[in-house]
């Protein structure tokens, strides 16, 4: 069964204070990996899909990575308004598996 | 710009009464799931479809069921609505299959569902 864990489970960030987040999978074959940005009371935002091992992409002040094993988001000079929960999901057939997520606080 | 719309932000419901939660989506989309999310817990899958009539079990379909008659609609139902169901329910869609578009989920607003 596909595990996903992400890692931390909260994060505290001055504002312009870099930092990674971590998604860390099994699976036998990864098809995709996706984060999602997720704000209070929302649904879940769409970021990036990675398909394989040294795939980047970039949005703004954030950029995923991914590796054989894992992948990152990087926050790059973050600002208030990147506060939200970042989610990221394997494919699993035509479903995705979710990680429970981190929470990144970003003060001003 | 994929949109999926639930039928409503917020429901308040008594134990025992019948609730139904609606999504629709406008990608012409194979695929469409109900999650649930509660705090501590993430995002669990309730049921999902991959086409019109076909449905799924997901992680956690006890107490629920689903109908999709039409491709862009699917809905969940609530038969029996218990306090342990109060959550917030989201719905997504996926995959068009004349693009060839991923696998990415798109997702709705949510419903924050209370029952007392």
């Known amino acids: 069964e596909d595990q996903v864990t992400q890692s931390p489970e909260a994060l505290r960030l001055q504002e312009g204070e870099s930092s990674s987040l971590n998604c860390s999978y099994t699976?036998?074959?990864?098809?995709?990996l996706f984060w999602y940005r997720q704000d209070p009371g929302k649904g879940p935002e769409f970021l990036f899909t990675l398909y394989s091992a040294g795939e980047e992409k970039e949005k703004e002040r954030l950029k995923a990575t991914l590796t054989k094993k894992e992948s990152f988001l990087h926050i790059t000079a973050p600002k208030p308004e990147d506060s939200a929960t970042y989610l990221c999901a394997v494919q699993d057939w035509n479903k995705l598996s979710f990680g429970a997520g981190t929470t990144v606080t970003v003060r001003a | 710009d994929v949109k999926v719309t639930q039928s409503s932000r917020y429901l308040v419901k008594r134990t025992g009464e019948k609730v139904f939660l609606e999504c629709v989506q406008d990608m012409d989309h194979e695929n469409m799931f109900w999650y649930r999310q509660d705090p501590g817990l993430g995002l669990r899958l309730i049921y999902f479809s991959y086409d019109v009539k076909m449905k799924e079990k997901g992680d956690i379909p006890e107490g629920y069921s689903v109908s999709r008659e039409k491709k862009e609609r699917f809905s969940l139902i609530l038969e029996s609505a218990s306090t342990n169901q109060t959550s917030m329910y989201l719905c997504a869609s996926s995959f068009n299959s004349r693009t060839r578009s991923s696998y990415e989920q798109y997702f709705g607003p949510g419903t924050r569902l209370t029952v007392t």
């Open positions: 699976v036998s074959g990864l098809r995709g």
